[in-house]
């Protein structure tokens, strides 16, 4: 799987949007980008997932640029419970496949 | 809405101890998964498991670790000797056979303390 870099921290306005960066740019073309998130103490939860179109779900967007090197997650109204650690997973979208979390960016969002 | 629920929430185990962490993934998920996160540190793949079978396995995943489907609704970890560096929180998952490629979905997670 092809490896992301994601800044460590980041801080938001309660009620402004979130734009969580991600570098993909070793990307293959049959892998996709994952979102997952954690919020303190608590298991990984799925976002959303994406190839190379933009994609939208009741939780978030995702934004991929066109040559795929890199994406964001845009949390668009965010609330203090979005306070949690993002994950972006580049992987082969098998359903058998291993997620590998790196260190993902701590999100902070504060009123 | 379906969630992977986990029992229990904390366990408590003296060293050399045997400990079985329990697992009911969604009901229609086929695919199922365990990791564990040693606390401040990243979230790691244990063991993949579909068809009654071992899919993949990390090297974490070592003689003292078992998985097992039971019945048609949980699905298991059993450490049979545990040390003190298995104190973890152990996360189940899973995902459904579908071609849309959803995400895994996780249960909240089993606290293991190894004394």
């Known amino acids: 799987d092809a490896k992301t870099t994601q800044p460590p921290s980041m801080d938001c306005a309660e009620g402004r949007a979130a734009n969580l960066p991600c570098n993909h740019s070793t990307i293959s073309g049959n892998e996709y980008v994952y979102w997952y998130r954690q919020i303190h103490s608590q298991g990984p939860q799925y976002i959303i997932h994406g190839l190379k179109n933009n994609e939208t779900n009741e939780m978030a967007s995702l934004i991929i640029t066109e040559d795929r090197k890199s994406s964001t997650l845009i949390l668009p109204h965010a609330t203090l419970r979005d306070t949690a650690v993002y994950y972006c997973i580049v992987r082969v979208k098998e359903y058998r496949n291993k997620l590998v979390f790196g260190a993902g960016t701590i999100l902070r969002v504060k009123s | 809405e379906p969630e992977v629920t986990q029992t229990p929430s904390h366990q408590v185990t003296q060293m050399g101890q045997e400990v079985i962490l329990r697992c009911v993934p969604i009901?229609?998920?086929?695919?199922f998964y365990w990791y564990r996160q040693i606390l401040g540190q990243k979230v790691e793949f244990l063991v993949s498991f579909y068809n009654n079978e071992i899919s993949e396995k990390s090297e974490i995943f070592d003689d003292q670790f078992s998985v097992e489907r039971p019945d048609g609704s949980n699905f298991t970890l059993k450490i049979r000797s545990t040390k003190l560096e298995d104190s973890a929180m152990y996360f189940c998952?899973?995902?459904?056979?579908?071609?849309?490629?959803?995400?895994?979905?996780f249960g909240a997670g089993t606290r293991l303390s190894v004394l």
């Open positions: 998952a899973s995902s459904a056979l579908t071609s849309g490629g959803e995400g895994q979905y």
């Open positions: 009901s229609n998920h086929l695919y």
